[in-house]
């Protein structure tokens, strides 16, 4: 399963950044028998848009084939692009590590 996560930071140890569509960076970390098995760090281009940046960083997440989406805070309009592709969207805070363990274990709340 690969999913991605809004970051400050390009590495695991970082912070979940604070929005979905200005984030610096995205994570695209693949998990596979609950556990992280790599990950990539993304630049987010979308994130120095004048506007639609959300809309415009859904649809390149989109196309890293993701299933879940994991950030603090997400646009309605974004939202409507994840879901658009079935991707499932989950609120987390804090270190990327410890979202990713509370995600492995089921424990983030999937936003609606």
Request: proline content about 2%; aromatic content about 4%.
């Given at each position: 399963m690969k999913i991605?996560?809004?970051?400050?930071?390009?590495?695991?140890n970082?912070?979940?950044?604070?929005t979905f569509g200005r984030c610096p960076y995205f994570?695209?970390?693949?998990i596979?028998?609950?556990k992280?098995?790599?990950?990539?760090?993304?630049?987010?281009?979308?994130?120095?848009q004048m506007g639609k940046a959300g809309i415009s960083a859904a649809g390149a997440i989109a196309q890293k084939d993701v299933s879940?989406?994991?950030t603090n805070n997400v646009?309605?309009?974004a939202l409507d692009v994840l879901k658009q592709f079935n991707i499932e969207?989950?609120?987390g805070s804090g270190t990327i590590n410890e979202v990713l363990q509370k995600f492995i274990d089921k424990k983030l709340e999937v936003i609606q």
């Open positions: 991605a996560i809004s970051s400050k930071e390009k590495d695991l970082g912070d979940i950044a604070d994570l695209i970390v693949e596979e028998n609950e992280v098995q790599g990950f990539e760090a993304m630049k987010n281009e979308s994130a120095e879940a989406v994991i646009g309605p309009r969207i989950y609120n």
